[in-house]
C-alpha cells in the first residue's frame, strides 16, 4: 500500500510579487521610440537609395518616386518594430527615465 500522507500535505509556496500593472505612460513612451526609429531609418533609407537610379526599361517617372518614398517608409516600420538597430529601446528607456524624474519632483 502507498503512502498517501505526502500527497494530503500542505504544500508552501513563496508568495508571488505583485503583479507589475500595465501602464499607459509606458506603451505610450514604446510607441514613441518606435517610431522614432521608423523615422531614423526612413531618413537613412532616403539617402541610401537616392544614388540608385530606376530601371530605364520598366520604370521611372513621378510614380516611381512617390512609391519608391512609400515603399522605403514601409521598410523602416518593418526594420523598427524588429529593433534591429536598438535605437527605439533607447528612446524608450530615456522617455521612461524622465518621466520618473519628473514625477519625483
Known sequence: MADDSALLAP????????????????DAAHKAGQDFEAFFLSQAFENMFSGIDSDPLFGGGNGESVYRSLLLQEYSKVAAKSGVTGIGDEVTREILRMQETQGKK
Open 11 to 26: 504544500v508552501s509556496v513563496a508568495p508571488q510579487p505583485p503583479a507589475v500593472p500595465s501602464n499607459a505612460n509606458a
